[in-house]
């Protein structure tokens, strides 16, 4: 979609029915210039999925280089990495799920789909073939990629002969070699997860989700026979093998039946979980470890595929909310008390296990709240000892098969994200020369910490993002951005996710382009414990983050470099509910917003994540949801919006959107369209993503930046 001229669009957009602004464009001539653009700050590559294989110490990752996404290999010593793959477009096909061959000379991915819904393949481009989403096969050596098959979620068979994935829903096997047919392995009447084979290759262990409790399944590939683990009422999760291949621990969470939904509400305790192990030859299973009542009671898994880990000596390695913060703690499999392994006040996100399975390394804000550093540690406990340190931010850490190198991804407020691997006491680059020339590094500000007050005093943190230029006595532009999630925590520096890798860049544009950006890590967000996250009548239960929104704007109108009367908002998913209600509550306050997919009705959207969710059987907690959405309070909202929203959006339903620009037309407010057929809620194309963060600075150039408002 070009970029149409100011005429011809408010020609198109009175024809439409959209109103006129209510402003006269800003004077160009006043602007101040960004001193780089959009797509220059969004010209880095950003890396993920990075894996280490299980010999010769090579280490892969996916990079997504403006939409075009391949995989890379590094290779000891020189660890300097190149790309195995040869795609070429921005075509919004997602690579994921790398997992290395035993013999570590060939990988398995995915491309295609969607990662994070498990419905029909995204078509992002239109096309009228729509793409599929398939488990492809590469030879690290070679480089030549074959398709073994439809599906996702590919684990190669220790001997590697084949890989099992998963087919909507169901386990399916296949060859590794070019031209193999892939045959389903098995048929059950529920949808499969979390396959894991055992480390002698006979038995395939999944997770067999039927709604209201799952089971652990174990397939004997010889016997071809099913096996159910100590089967329950209750939902049992993330099985881990022992080294011997005979047993399985796993995560047990009590059935619960509950009258209100749990998504987007506080749940601070529960029917406590815990931890068992079956024997695979009978399925008996007994308890090995139980959480207490209270804090820790519900779980709460890391940013991580595992949440179990079989350490040496026989001991357990799993995340608990003991204290009120994520931390990692161990147990023996004989049971006993839990050594926890990374005790105070923070919280542990990423975490795996060496090679040798004697210790963990693990990325935590410990001693640094606004950023992520890596750490180690025994699984029997003692010091966790800094893997790295200063003001850079560092996550998904991974140990090379040799357990001498520890790779990871890492940034800071002026490098992006980047992959990195630390032998000794050397840091170094995996691809170095990756970074376009044309990237504005040192352009760049570097955004400052700083603490609020939230409407009813709670303490709120984020990060601000000073213009370069300083005037002195000038009054600037101010926005707000709310980062989605809401299960989130802005940082320091480049993030450590795409979507607000992005998002760091589009304020760092906006600062250069003269605006006082403040970043909100609002509550019900991660990083400052359970209680912050679980807060009180916080999203659909109350929308307590309203107060921190008030806050904010509050914030920055007092401040001596803000024009009080030129504040906007803007956010995306969560974030762009919070921008809604921002803009529904306190027009007055907010003068111009962008509304990226953003929630309108709680009612709704709890929905799409809650299948079994009817407003009509629970009146008085619907009735408490929609007073909490910006729907109720749209009759005073009069700032306006632009609204930008793909139609095939699986976490937003669209008609969100929908409803939201007929309510606002009602009232004659002025909102804007950019609308993206046929794509999804993480826009899966770069161009996509560039033509909303252009248009959402454009936006608020026009409603912002001019005189005598």
């Known amino acids: 979609m070009r970029r149409l001229p100011a005429a011809l669009l408010l020609l198109l957009l009175s024809a439409f029915g959209v109103a006129e602004s209510r402003s006269q464009p800003h004077d160009a001539t006043s602007q101040e210039q960004a001193a780089f653009t959009i797509e220059q700050v969004m010209s880095a590559p950003f890396p993920t999925n990075l894996v280490a294989s299980p010999a010769e110490g090579k280490v892969a990752w996916v990079s997504n280089d403006r939409g075009v996404r391949n995989i890379?290999?590094?290779?000891?010593?020189?660890?300097?990495?190149?790309?195995?793959?040869?795609?070429?477009?921005?075509?919004?096909?997602?690579?994921?799920?790398?997992?290395?061959a035993p013999d570590a000379r060939s990988l398995a991915y995915v491309r295609g789909g969607d990662e994070e819904m498990g419905r029909e393949y995204p078509n992002p481009l239109s096309k009228p073939k729509a793409p599929i989403q398939e488990v492809w096969i590469i030879s690290t050596e070679k480089g030549q990629p074959h398709s073994i098959g439809e599906g996702h979620s590919p684990r190669i068979a220790p001997n590697g002969k084949g890989?099992?994935?998963?087919?909507?829903?169901?386990?399916?096997?296949?060859?590794?070699?070019?031209?193999a047919k892939a045959e389903q392995l098995l048929q059950t009447r529920s949808e499969c997860n979390s396959?894991?084979?055992?480390?002698?290759?006979?038995?395939?262990?999944?997770?067999?989700?039927?709604?209201?409790?799952?089971?652990?399944?174990?397939?004997?590939?010889?016997?071809?026979?099913?096996?159910?683990?100590?089967?329950?009422?209750?939902?049992?999760?993330?099985?881990?093998?022992?080294?011997?291949?005979?047993?399985?621990?796993?995560?047990?969470?009590?059935?619960a039946r509950t009258t209100l939904t749990e998504d987007f509400v506080s749940k601070r305790t529960?029917?406590?979980?815990?931890?068992?192990?079956?024997?695979?030859?009978?399925?008996?299973?007994?308890?090995?470890?139980?959480?207490?009542?209270?804090?820790?009671?519900?779980?709460?898994?890391?940013?991580?595929?595992?949440?179990?880990?079989?350490?040496?000596?026989?001991?357990?390695?799993?995340?608990?909310?003991?204290?009120?913060?994520?931390?990692?703690?161990?147990?023996?499999?004989?049971?006993?008390?839990?050594?926890?392994?990374?005790?105070?006040?923070?919280?542990?996100?990423?975490?795996?296990?060496?090679?040798?399975?004697?210790?963990v390394v693990f990325s935590s804000n410990q001693e640094d709240i606004n950023r992520r550093h890596l750490w180690t540690v025994p699984v029997t406990g003692g010091r966790p000892t800094p893997v790295t340190t200063g003001l850079g931010i560092e996550w998904m850490p991974t140990l090379t098969s040799d357990g001498k190198a520890t790779a990871f991804l890492g940034s800071d407020a002026r490098r992006p994200a980047r992959p990195l691997i630390k032998s000794g006491t050397g840091v170094r680059d995996l691809a170095p020369g990756s970074i376009p020339r044309g990237f504005p590094k040192s352009a760049?500000?570097?955004?400052?910490?700083?603490?609020?007050?939230?409407?009813?005093?709670?303490?709120?943190?984020?990060?601000?993002?000073?213009?370069?230029?300083?005037?002195?006595?000038?009054?600037?532009?101010?926005?707000v951005f709310f980062h989605g999630?809401?299960?989130?925590?802005?940082?320091?520096?480049?993030?450590?996710?795409?979507?607000?890798?992005?998002?760091?860049a589009l304020n760092q544009y906006l600062a250069s382009n003269g605006y006082v950006v403040l970043s909100v890590n609002y509550r019900s967000g991660i990083g400052y414990g359970m209680e912050f996250r679980e807060a009180h009548r916080y999203g659909a239960a109350g929308a307590s983050e309203f107060n921190d929104v008030l806050g904010a704007g509050l914030y920055l109108r007092n401040r001596d470099d803000v024009d009080p009367k030129q504040i906007g908002?803007?956010?995306?998913?969560?974030?762009?509910?919070?921008?809604?209600?921002?803009?529904?509550?306190?027009?007055?306050?907010?003068?111009?917003?962008?509304?990226?997919?953003?929630?309108?009705?709680?009612?709704?959207?709890?929905?799409?994540?809650?299948?079994?969710?009817?407003?009509?059987?629970?009146?008085?907690?619907?009735?408490?949801?929609?007073?909490?959405?910006?729907?109720?309070?749209?009759?005073?909202?009069?700032?306006?919006?632009?609204?930008?929203?793909?139609?095939?959006?699986r976490n937003v339903p669209f008609s969100e959107s929908v409803h939201l620009v007929e309510d606002l037309r009602k009232q004659q407010v002025h909102v804007e369209q950019l609308i993206f057929p046929d794509e999804v809620h993480d826009f899966l194309t770069h161009a996509r993503w560039l033509q909303a963060y252009g248009a959402t600075a454009e936006f608020f150039n026009r409603h912002l930046k001019h005189e005598g408002r």
């Open 270 to 359: 529960a029917e406590p979980w815990a931890i068992r192990m079956a024997e695979v030859s009978s399925g008996h299973g007994q308890l090995v470890w139980k959480a207490q009542k209270g804090t820790g009671s519900v779980f709460h898994a890391l940013a991580a595929e595992d949440q179990l880990w079989w350490g040496t000596g026989d001991r357990l390695v799993f995340p608990w909310e003991q204290d009120g913060w994520c931390h990692l703690y161990s147990v023996s499999i004989d049971g006993g008390p839990a050594t926890v392994l990374t005790p105070g006040a923070f919280e542990v996100e990423f975490m795996s296990l060496s090679p040798h399975r004697d210790r």
């Open 72 to 100: 890379w290999v590094a290779r000891p010593p020189e660890y300097h990495g190149s790309p195995v793959t040869a795609y070429t477009e921005d075509d919004g096909q997602d690579i994921y799920g790398l997992q290395w």
């Open 163 to 179: 890989a099992a994935f998963l087919r909507k829903g169901q386990i399916w096997w296949a060859p590794l070699k070019s031209g």
């Open 485 to 504: 999630g809401s299960r989130r925590q802005m940082v320091l520096g480049w993030h450590y996710m795409f979507y607000y890798h992005n998002a760091y």
């Open 444 to 479: 760049l500000v570097e955004p400052q910490p700083v603490a609020f007050s939230a409407a009813d005093g709670m303490k709120i943190h984020g990060q601000l993002f000073l213009p370069p230029t300083n005037v002195k006595g000038a009054r600037r532009p101010a926005l």
């Open 569 to 649: 908002l803007w956010g995306g998913s969560y974030g762009g509910y919070l921008t809604a209600l921002g803009l529904a509550r306190a027009s007055d306050l907010f003068a111009a917003g962008v509304d990226i997919h953003g929630v309108y009705d709680w009612n709704v959207v709890i929905r799409n994540f809650s299948s079994n969710y009817d407003p009509l059987a629970q009146q008085e907690f619907a009735r408490l949801a929609f007073a909490s959405s910006p729907a109720a309070s749209v009759k005073s909202w009069r700032s306006p919006v632009l609204v930008i929203h793909g139609d095939d959006d």
């Open 195 to 255: 396959l894991r084979w055992s480390p002698d290759g006979s038995k395939l262990a999944f997770v067999s989700d039927r709604k209201d409790h799952s089971f652990i399944g174990v397939y004997d590939s010889a016997a071809k026979t099913i096996r159910w683990l100590d089967p329950s009422t209750d939902k049992d999760s993330s099985p881990v093998w022992s080294p011997d291949s005979t047993r399985l621990a796993f995560l047990r969470e009590p059935a």
